[in-house]
């Protein structure tokens, strides 16, 4: 992919979360937050390809609609995702 293309993608996604976020109840500081928990969350049970992670935010219907895709690559140890109790 040319570097003409790759910065009209990023263009584009900035005005995509621009007009999601002008449109949205929820702040942009929000979704990054909780696309920040679910991360984390998923990183405690499995091992992800970090490069492919995405998250998108699209506005449909009056809701707002957080998509995070998480490629997986392997779940973690057993001693990781041992819970004490």
């Known amino acids: 992919m040319g570097s003409g293309s790759r910065s009209i993608l990023v263009a584009r ?3 995509r979360k621009v007009l999601v ?7 942009q500081e929000c979704l990054d ?4 928990v679910l ?6 049970q499995v ?3 970090e490069s492919d992670v995405t998250a998108a ?5 009056g809701a707002v609609i957080l998509t995070v895709r998480l490629p997986i690559l392997r779940g ?3 001693e990781a995702t041992t819970v004490n109790g």
Do not use: I
């Open 21 to 27: 976020q002008d449109r949205s109840p929820v702040s």
């Open 33 to 36: 937050a909780l696309t920040a």
């Open 13 to 15: 996604d900035r005005l």
């Open 39 to 44: 991360l984390n969350a998923a990183r405690e």
């Open 76 to 78: 973690v140890s057993n």
């Open 57 to 61: 935010v699209e506005y449909k219907d």
């Open 47 to 49: 091992v992800l390809v």
